[in-house]
């Protein structure tokens, strides 16, 4: 009998129809608004393999639910929707989708920066309010990247390809990273520091750390305080990763400079003090969102759950 996938949402790269030509059964939720827990527990219960989302949470309840499951293929690179170690209790293989969104998450991490250094958003909304009367010497003022540093929160393969176009606006990088990264310390003449140091030497600071119990708040109060004036800081990893309470203090007493937030401490709830501010940019988790990259997670998602219900070892397993 033919194994049976499901997915919790429409992905692009028509990867339902890739996934019925390997000869399974496939079905896909349609709603408008991503799943709820009790549909993801009535809709999967009998799948074999399925596709989740970032904003899925696949806990211990949603775990034991799913007893004929084999594999859950996060569409994201970050898991900590899932309770990963449950999951291999259970013997369910987990994967996620590595490499194939650090350009696309890397470009964006680009956007954000200058967004918040050349006041791109206010300067745009300017226009559109008609406010434009002419060219004026101090119009609109922002911070120059060349000459800056720019920290370097997390160097693994998002963080390098922030590296490696960072680099082209002739910044100096510092790094903060559990082991040597050779390609920004030899390409880039990134220098490995402490996260301390980096927090306090930085004009820009951007984040690229996975949400693990190690790394949630690990920039607490403490870093936080150690931030220049001046500075920048951006976020597109995972919200929790910053104690984003006490950054949004330091931003209304304008403490720092900016902030560029793509993801958000109890997304998909946004504190309603950040849209007060005007020293932040607010996006909506978008940092993978091109339709190149989300092609090809889907593909890699794809291919996952295939080697995984065919017996074969996943292309990128988490556990
Ligand atoms: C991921 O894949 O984890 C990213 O957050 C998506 O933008």
Do not use: Q
């Amino acid at each position: 009998m033919a194994k049976k996938i499901f997915i919790t949402s429409k992905l692009p790269g028509k990867i339902d129809r890739y996934l019925r030509a390997k000869g399974f059964t496939v079905s896909v939720y349609n709603g408008k608004e991503p799943i709820t827990k009790n549909e993801l527990i009535k809709k999967a219960a009998k799948a074999n393999g399925v596709i989740s989302l970032l904003s899925d949470k696949i806990d211990r309840e949603v775990l034991s639910e799913l007893t004929n499951c084999k594999v859950i293929a996060n569409y994201a690179v970050g898991y900590n929707n899932i309770d990963v170690r449950y999951a291999k209790e259970k013997g369910i293989v987990v994967t996620n989708t590595p490499g194939v969104l650090s350009d696309a998450t890397a470009e964006l991490t680009i956007s954000l920066i200058l967004a918040c250094s050349r006041r791109l958003i206010d300067a745009e909304k300017f226009m559109r309010e008609g406010k434009f009367k002419g060219w004026m010497p101090d119009l609109f003022l922002g911070t120059e990247l060349k000459g800056k540093t720019v920290g370097i929160v997390g160097a693994g393969e998002i963080g390098t390809e922030v590296a490696r176009r960072i680099n082209a606006f002739k910044t100096k990088i510092l790094y903060f990273n559990r082991s040597k990264n050779s390609i920004v310390e030899d390409e880039f003449k990134g220098k490995k520091v402490s996260l301390n140091y980096l927090m306090k030497n930085s004009d820009i600071i951007t984040v690229h750390l996975p949400l693990t119990a190690d790394t949630y708040h690990i920039i607490d109060r403490e870093k936080l305080k150690l931030m220049k004036k001046s500075a920048i800081i951006v976020n597109v990893a995972r919200g929790e990763v910053i104690d984003e309470k006490y950054l949004i203090e330091l931003l209304k007493k304008k403490r720092i400079k900016a902030a560029g937030f793509d993801v958000y401490e109890n997304e998909p709830d946004i504190n309603p003090e950040l849209t007060k501010l005007k020293n932040v940019v607010l996006l909506p988790h978008i940092g993978s969102a091109t339709t190149e990259t989300r092609e090809a997670m889907a593909l890699l998602a794809a291919r996952n759950v295939e080697a995984a219900l065919k017996g074969k070892k996943p292309i990128t397993p988490v556990n």
